[in-house]
């Protein structure tokens, strides 16, 4: 998959989508190719209202506005609709598409989705070590490393580009959201994959310590096991 020629907004990086059709193998080449833009967010997304399909191709908030100002006319707007940003849907180049363009077999698109508030951790990210690769930093107890379903803005990664104004910034490994210790960060993308091939290829050896309280006196621990597989 290419790279997202969108930048990272509030931290949060654009979502892919793939069309149907086109010659390269994907799980969506044997679908028909809508005739449309329009027609491919419908079918790709069909609880979605109209507004909340349009505001993806929207390329600015006074778009936007007009969309919802548009719909409220026809008394079609809901309380979340107000939630919604310009998601600036453009192609792998970067393009920006509109709602009636024809969609390109298999290709490539990006765009913004909306994110809501997330009730803030309550612990900080201390930085260990930084060069101008890499970022090192002391990641909390219950914070966790990278995006996902639960948490999108609390995480590591969204927290410090924002912070630190670094949209660049990819963890090359994680930690458990439970588990808190060393997490080292990726900030530029040309040196990027030089570092993440070390973990992929085992040669970075990761130390785990837990602490235990009230252990029974007549139960035998191993302390110390190397994990060859997870």
Known sequence: MPRSPLPPRDGISATSLRAPGGLATHDKAHLAVPASIGAWLASEFPHATD?????????STTELEGLLADADRRDRTTLSDRDLIPGQLSDA????????????????????????????????????????????????????????????????????????????????HRLDRITAGLLILSKRPAT???????????????????????????VEFLRERTIAHR
């Not at 507004?51 to 390329?59: D, K, Q, T």
């Not at 690769?133 to 924002?162: I, M, Q, W, Y």
């Open 51 to 59: 507004l909340e399909l349009r505001s993806l191709v929207a390329r």
């Open 93 to 172: 180049a970067g393009t920006p598409v509109a709602w009636g363009d024809p969609v390109v077999p298999g290709g490539f698109y990006f765009f913004h989705r909306p994110v809501p508030a997330e009730a803030r951790i309550p612990f900080e990210v201390a930085i260990v070590f930084e060069d101008e690769d890499l970022l090192v930093v002391d990641k909390p107890h219950f914070l966790a490393s990278t995006p996902n379903g639960r948490f999108v803005r609390e995480c590591v990664v969204t927290r410090l580009r924002v912070d630190l104004d670094q949209p660049d910034l990819v963890a090359i």
């Open 192 to 218: 990027r994959g030089r570092y993440q091939r070390l973990f992929q290829d085992r040669q970075v050896m990761k130390t785990y310590r837990a602490l235990a309280g009230g252990v029974a006196r007549d």
